[in-house]
């Protein structure tokens, strides 16, 4: 067999064997008897099966990728739209000459902003319901352009469908949809999100809105979307084309694994290595304890 003596090895060589040495050294309480090596292998194994079990469960509290999800998860826009949504709207028009600084640029571009909200909530059929209004001042009840909002899918996946909208008869905050008298749903765009390369989710299709257009729905993160609508009127014809973008965002509330599940399996690959090769987990586990010195024999006079 090959000799592993340290004069074999250069001066990097030396430092690692005699680093490994003392690791064993200190592993085996400094003397490799029979019991003791039996007690460090008894630790090394008890240590793997933690971590065996430690790892997948902390994987699945944190939602990491796992090997058996090969086959990337199928965008669900019915999840991912659920919720309470903030939403700002421009509405970008040219005008026919420089207008204020407060209502626009020196371009003569005017910028409509509007605030409004979206609540929705899936329902046992896979769709969405939920309202849409806008508010005037700062009380939550005081609202224009109340909305009764249903998505419906197409497909199992969740990622095609039509959103619809209503207008609300009813107080949307005390009435329940089921109250209101008729609801005359209308789509208001028709949807199928595409994966891009970059991993973005994004639908485009007609608008069906007071103002006809095209749409463009770029999903940003979980929690915030991109929505541009581009109109179809003519110049020519005095339309104005104004161009509508929506901004939305909401809040996400993580779990307490989501939050702190990754500090705490640090601190636990931090700990139970230490319980388990240190003295403590050795005297911890029945082994034996590293001899004391004897006392001193006090002279008699």
């Known amino acids: 067999p090959r000799s592993l003596a340290p004069r074999s090895h250069g001066p990097e060589g030396q430092l690692l064997l005699a680093s490994l040495r003392g690791g064993l050294k200190k592993l ?11 007690m460090a292998v008894s630790r090394v194994i008890v240590f793997t099966a933690v971590m065996a079990v430690m790892l997948p469960t902390a994987a699945i509290f944190l939602n990491l990728p796992s090997a058996a999800a090969a086959a990337p998860k199928l965008f669900n826009f019915t999840e991912y739209l659920g919720g309470q949504w903030v ?12 207008v204020a600084a407060d209502d626009g640029d020196e371009l003569g571009v005017n910028t409509e902003v509007t605030l409004g909200n979206y609540i929705l909530h899936k329902k046992p059929g896979g769709y969405l319901e939920g309202v849409y209004y806008e508010n005037i001042t700062n009380s939550p009840t005081d609202i224009k352009n109340a909305l009764r909002v249903r998505v419906d899918c197409n497909d199992g996946t969740g990622s095609a469908g039509v959103f619809k909208t209503a207008r609300a008869e009813t107080d949307i905050f005390e009435e329940p949809i089921e109250d209101e008298p008729e609801l005359h749903y209308k789509t208001l765009f028709e949807f199928d999100f595409q994966t891009h390369k970059n991993g973005m989710q994004i639908a485009t299709g007609e608008w069906h809105g007071k103002r006809k257009g095209n749409f463009q729905f770029a999903v940003a993160s979980p929690s915030s979307f991109l929505l541009s609508v581009y109109p179809k009127g003519t110049p020519d014809k005095g339309e104005p084309l104004t161009i509508q973008t929506m901004t939305g965002h909401k809040e996400v509330v993580k779990s307490f694994w989501e939050t702190y599940g990754f500090q705490l399996l640090m601190i636990a690959m931090i700990l139970i290595p230490r319980l388990f090769l240190s003295g403590g987990g050795r005297r911890a586990m029945g082994g034996p304890k590293p001899a004391q010195a004897p006392a001193a024999v006090k002279k008699k006079d």
């Open 28 to 38: 085996l309480c400094g003397d490799p008897c029979p019991a003791c090596t039996k």
């Open 87 to 98: 939403v700002e709207i421009r509405s970008v028009t040219p005008g026919p000459k420089p």
